[in-house]
C-alpha cells in the first residue's frame, strides 16, 4: 500500500500551476470553476489513488479533463463573441516563462485550441469535437493562435 | 489563489470530503497545530514536535483528505486563546479518540476529567483506569496523549511531587501548571486540590 502525503500538500505544490493551466485552457472567468471541479473530483477520488509517484501529473490530467468538459459544454452553444477582449494582466504563473499568460489573452476560438492541443494534448479531429467546429477550423484556430504566440515571443 | 482555496476548503466540507482539518493557533510555547474529524478534535500537536510529521501521521491513520481549514476548528481556537490567556478553565469540545485504545484510552479518558488548577499522580490515573498497579503503562499513557493541554495531561506528576514528563518539554508543564495557578508539587511535595476558579 502506497502511503499518500496530505492533501494539502497537494494544493500547496501545485495549485497555482493547475490555475495557470486551465487559465490558459478555459480562460480566466471560467478557471475558477474548472479550478474547484479539479480539486473536488481529486478529493474524492484520492484516498484510492494506488500510486503516489506522479500526483502532479495526476492532478493536470483531471484539470485537462474537466477543461475539456467545459469546452464540450460549451460548444452546444454559440461562442459570445463580447468575450474577445481579455486584457492580458494575469498573476505571475509559476512555470513556461509566463507563456500560458499570453495563451489566455489569445482571442477564445485560438487560446481553446492552443490549449487543448498542448495543455490537454488533443489530436485535431477530438479538439474540433471539444470546440464544435470542423477540423479545419479547429487547424486553423490552432495556427492562428501559435502564429500569434511567435510573434509575440520573438 | 487564497479565495479559491478557502472556497475548496468549504465545498469540501459541504460535500463531506474534508476528513480531517487542521489549523495552526499561536501558543505561549509557539505555534500549535490542531486537527479536527467531523466527530471532533483529534489532534494538538505542541511545538516541540514537527507539525509536517504528525501531518503524516494523521494522513496515515485516518484518511489523506487533509486540508488546512481554520474555520472548521473555530470553536477549539477560540476556546485555547481564552485559555491561554488564563480566562477558560474548562473545555467543551467534541473529541474525537479514535488515535487511541485500550489501557492508554481509559487513563486518557480519566485525565480529561481532572479539574482545572487541579493534579493528580501517575498511580491515581492507573487506579482511575482500573488497574492500580499499571502505574507505568499509565505514565506511557500520558505521554501518547494525542489532544494534550485539552485532555490536560500536564496536570499529572510523580508520586511525591516530581513533574514527571512532559512531551512539550517540563518548562512548557511547569508554565501551564503556573497558568492554572495549581501549587507546584516539586516544592509542596504532594499534589494539590484546592480549586483556583
Known sequence: MTTLPPFQTLLDEHAAEVMGVLRGAVGRADAEDCFQETFLAALRAYPKLDDAANLRGWLLTIAHRKAIDHH???????????????VAVEDPGP??????????????????????????????????????????????????????????LA | MKASLQRLAERADAEGLLDVAYATVDSPFGPLLIAATPRGLVRVNLPAYDPEETLEELAAHISPRVLEAPERLDDARRELDLYFEGKLTEFDLPLDWRLTDGFRK??????????????????????????????????????????PIVVPCH????????????????????????????EDASRTGGYSKRRSN
Open chain 1, 72 to 86: 464540450r459544454a460549451n460548444g452546444k452553444r454559440p461562442l459570445p463573441v463580447a468575450e474577445v477582449a481579455e
Open chain 1, 95 to 152: 512555470a513556461d516563462d509566463g507563456i500560458w499568460e499570453l495563451v489566455g489573452a489569445l482571442p477564445p476560438k485560438q487560446r481553446a485550441a492552443v490549449a487543448l492541443r498542448y495543455a490537454c494534448d488533443l489530436p485535431h479531429a477530438e479538439i474540433a469535437a471539444a470546440l464544435g467546429c470542423s477540423p479545419e477550423a479547429a487547424r486553423r484556430s490552432l495556427h492562428e493562435g501559435m502564429k500569434r504566440l511567435r510573434k509575440e
Open chain 2, 106 to 147: 481509559k487513563v486518557q479518558r480519566a485525565i480529561a476529567r481532572i479539574p482545572y488548577g487541579q493534579t493528580r499522580t501517575y498511580t491515581d490515573m492507573a487506579r482511575s483506569a482500573g488497574n492500580e498497579r499499571a502505574v507505568r503503562a499509565a505514565g506511557t499513557a500520558c505521554g501518547s496523549n494525542p489532544i
Open chain 2, 155 to 182: 496536570r499529572v506528576l510523580r508520586t511525591g511531587g516530581g513533574l514527571g514528563g512532559y512531551g512539550g518539554g517540563l518548562p512548557m508543564k511547569r508554565a501551564l501548571l503556573e497558568l492554572e495557578a495549581a
